[in-house]
C-alpha cells in the first residue's frame, strides 16, 4: 500500500514538471522570437510579429504531430501490425496489461529485428500503439515480457506519449526556427546592418541582435537538455508504474538486465526515435554511465530502484561493471 | 408577503429534489460501475470454464498415471460453475480452488516431454494462463469500484437515501492468499 502512494506522488511530481517544462520551451521560443524579431526590424511591434510566427510555426508543429506522429514513427521504425492469431502470446500479455491499467487495448506491432526492445507511441490511451521487436519475443519469457509490456503501457497510461511525441516534435521546432534565423542573419544582417547603420540604429537594436543570435545558438541545446531531464524522468516513472500493474518487481528487473546485457544493436532507431524506447537503442554512440545527454537513465540505476522496491540490495560493482560493458 | 414566504419554502425544496437526484445519479454510476467490472470478470471465468474440458481431453491420453490430477481439476471446475450462482465470495472462493488445482496438474505437466511437444496443449496452456492473468486484474479493478460503492452507501449524505432506494451493499471478489507472496529473485 505504501508503495503505491509513492508511485501516485511521483506521478503528481512529474506531471507538474513537464507542464513547467513546457512552458519553458513555449516561453524560449517566445523570447527568441521577439528578440530576434526587434533586432532585425528595429521595432517592438515587429519583435511582437515574430514572437507571433514563431509560436504559430510550433503550434502547427505540434499539432501536426499529435494526430499523425505515431503514424510517422511507426512507419519509420518498419512496425508492422500483429493479429491475435500470428503473436498470441504477445497479444494475451498486452491484453492482461490493459486490463490491469484500466486503459483500452492499444495497437500492436512488431519490429523484425533481433535486438530486444520495446516502444509506445500515440496521443492519448484511446489511440495508443505498441511496438516490440522480434527479438524481444524470442529473449524474455512470459514474465519479463509482463514487465516491458507494463513498462510501455505505464507511458501510455501516464500520458508520456503524448507528451514525448509534442516535446520531440518542439524541441525539433525550437532548432529550425534558430537555424533559419542564424541563415538570414548571415545573409542579409551585414546588408541590412550597413543601410541601419546610416539612419542611426538604437543600442538597443544591436543588442536584440546578439541576443538574438546568442539564443539561437543556446535554445536548441537547453530545449534538448529539457527533453532529455523530462525523458529520464519519465522512464523512472514507467518502470515504477511497471511494478504497480503487474505487482512484481522482478519480471522488469530480470528483463532489463537481460536486454541491457544484449549487445545487439537496433538497426531502425535513430536519433529522432530513441527518446522512445524501452532501453537507449543507440548503444554503439552512447555511453551508458550516466550523462547529461542520455535519454535514459543508467541501466544499473533502474535495476537497483527496482530492487529497492523488494527490499534488495543495491546490485554490487561487478555487476554495474557488466551492464556498460 | 406570504407569497415570498412561499416562493422561499418551494425554493429549498426544489434545492433538497436537486440534491438527492444528484446523490442517487451518482450511486447508480458507482453500482453502474460494480456491474461492468464484475462482467470482465465474468468473461473470463466463463472462459476458463470453457477451456478446461479441453485441456483435460488433450492431455488425457499422455498422463495416464495422473488420473487423480485431471478428476480433481473437473470436481473444482464443476464446483466452481456450481458456485456461479451464489454471488461472487462463493464464487471467488471454488474459482480459487479451481486456480489450486490447475496449478498442480501445469507442475505435473512438466514431468512429459510429450506434452510440451504438443503445439494444441501449449496454446490450451497459453489461453488458461492469460485468463487466469486476466481475472487477477480484473479483480483488482472490481474490488475496488466495490470498495468505492460500499463506501459511498456507508456514509453522509448518501446513507440516507440508500437504504430508501435499495442500494444494497456488494460482496468483495477476494483474491487467493498466496498470490500476494512476493516471488523469490534470481538475477543470473
Partial sequence: ????????????????????????????????????GFGTTGDPFGGLGFTVVAVVIAALLGSGSYFAGDRMVLAASQAKPVTQESHPVLMNVVREMSLASNIPMPKVHIIDDTAPNAFATGRNPEHASIAVTTGLLEKLDREELQGVIAHELGHVRNLDIRFMLLVGVLVGGVALIADIFLRYTIFFGGGRGGRRGGGGGGVLQIVMIVLAVVLAIVAPIAARLVQLSVSRQREYLADATAVELTRNPV???????????????LEVANRSTQHLYFINPIKKFEDRASSMWATHPPLADRIDRLRELHSMPPLSADQREALTH | MEFIVLLVVLGVLVLIALFVVGLYNGLVQRRLRVDEAWSQIDVQLKRRHDLIPNLVNAVRGYMEFEQETLTQVTQARADAVAAGARGPADQAQAENALTGTLRSLFAVMENYPDLKASQNVLSLQEELSTTENQISFSRQHYNTSVREYNTSIATVPAVFIAGMFGFDPREFFEAEPEAQQVPEVRLR
Fill in chain 1, 1 to 36: 500500500m505504501s508503495a503505491s502512494t509513492t508511485f501516485f506522488s511521483q506521478q503528481r511530481s512529474n506531471r507538474r514538471k513537464s507542464i513547467l517544462l513546457l512552458v519553458g520551451v513555449g516561453l524560449i521560443l517566445g523570447a527568441f522570437g521577439f528578440a530576434a
Fill in chain 1, 251 to 265: 519480471g522488469l528487473e530480470q528483463a532489463l538486465w537481460k536486454i541491457g546485457a544484449d549487445r545487439e544493436v
